[in-house]
């Protein structure tokens, strides 16, 4: 949810999460550093759509994502 409003900030306009679905792909341990990345797909008219996923140190993906936000001012 962070990443989807960093998303928005990026974009200049403040928005709201309307929906976030996250798949699981492999389990981490608790403290372990994990790297969050997200990148727009598209913006359609007051949505924004956004692909997510995380990495671990050894850069395999343990989880991605996608999120659709709900602009309110912008």
């Given at each position: 949810?962070?990443?989807?409003?960093?998303?928005?900030?990026?974009?200049?306009?403040h928005?709201?999460?309307?929906r976030?679905?996250?798949?699981?792909l492999?389990?981490?341990?608790?403290?372990?550093?994990?790297?969050?990345?997200?990148?727009?797909?598209?913006?359609?008219?007051?949505?924004?759509?956004?692909?997510?996923?995380?990495e671990?140190?050894?850069?395999?993906?343990?989880?991605?994502?996608?999120g659709?936000?709900?602009i309110?001012?912008?």
């Amino acid at each position: 949810d962070d990443l989807l409003g960093k998303t928005a900030m990026k974009q200049s306009v403040h928005a709201a999460t309307a929906r976030l679905e996250v798949r699981y792909l492999k389990q981490t341990k608790v403290g372990e550093k994990l790297i969050f990345y997200a990148s727009l797909l598209r913006r359609v008219k007051k949505l924004l759509l956004v692909e997510l996923y995380a990495e671990n140190g050894e850069g395999q993906k343990v989880a991605t994502g996608q999120g659709t936000l709900f602009i309110t001012v912008g």
